[in-house]
């Protein structure tokens, strides 16, 4: 589910007086894209069809104006392969491959994914995701769950601003800090899943 970057307006703009609404999109965009990439709290299932000899995939997110930005669990033929954390809730769920040696590369851009072994049946990926620049909505759980996060993320970049009704440089620097402090936190109990750039790993003996 998603929001239109309207529905965060009552939030974000009270502190801003005099600003436009495309000014606080751009910022607004920039903020969720830096959040999902960091924390990777918005998340999707991405399914593919093995196909016999065959390693790579598209990887193309599953909602419009998105982006894939990490891989965070991997299962085919029905079996867990690969996580990027274990599941507190399932400490019996062994994944076949370790969280350091994982039986895929995701390319820089998030839009292929090459196998090291061969998959099997049906692949079933969990990806963290991010909005793309042409978005015009936002995940719904920034809202719900994290909006005090977006609210600091946007007031920090906007009231950097010189000469703006709404600059305040000093309150900028507190909310920026604010901003570092959700981001960390929200990172750090989130799965940490392997990054955008080229992920190499070690292929397994079968």
């Known amino acids: 589910m998603s929001k239109a970057l309207s529905d965060f307006y009552d939030?974000?703009?009270p502190e801003l007086p005099g600003i436009t609404a495309?000014?606080?999109?751009?910022?607004?965009?920039a903020v969720a894209r830096e959040i999902c990439e960091r924390t990777g709290?918005?998340?999707?299932?991405?399914?593919?069809?093995a196909e016999e000899d065959r390693l790579?995939?598209?990887?193309?997110?599953?909602?419009?104006?998105?982006?894939?930005?990490?891989?965070l669990r991997v299962s085919w033929g029905q079996v867990l392969q690969w996580c990027a954390t274990e599941d507190p809730q399932n400490p019996e769920d062994h994944p076949r491959?370790?969280?350091?040696?994982?039986?895929?590369?995701?390319?820089?851009a998030g839009e292929t994914v090459i196998f090291e072994v061969q998959p099997h049946g049906d692949i079933d990926i969990l990806a963290a995701l991010r909005p793309s620049l042409a978005a015009i909505t936002l995940p719904n759980i920034l809202l719900t769950h994290h909006i005090e996060m977006v609210k600091?993320?946007?007031?920090?970049r906007l009231m950097r601003m010189g000469g703006k009704p709404w600059t305040d440089?000093?309150?900028?620097?507190?909310?920026?800090?604010?901003?570092?402090?959700f981001l960390n936190h929200a990172a750090m109990t989130?799965?940490?899943?392997?990054?955008r750039a080229l992920l190499r790993s070690r292929r397994m003996k079968l």
Not at 41 to 49: G, N, P, T
Not at 97 to 108: K, M, N, S, V, Y
Not at 190 to 195: F, L, P, Q, V
């Open 152 to 156: 600091r993320g946007v007031h920090s």
């Open 56 to 71: 790579d995939y598209g990887l193309y997110a599953p909602t419009a104006r998105t982006e894939v930005t990490r891989v």
């Open 41 to 49: 709290l918005w998340r999707e299932s991405v399914s593919l069809v």
């Open 190 to 195: 989130a799965d940490n899943g392997n990054t």
């Open 97 to 108: 491959f370790t969280a350091d040696e994982p039986p895929f590369i995701l390319d820089a």
């Open 169 to 181: 440089r000093d309150l900028a620097v507190d909310y920026g800090h604010d901003y570092d402090a």
């Open 11 to 13: 939030y974000v703009m």
């Open 22 to 29: 495309p000014l606080v999109d751009q910022h607004l965009l």
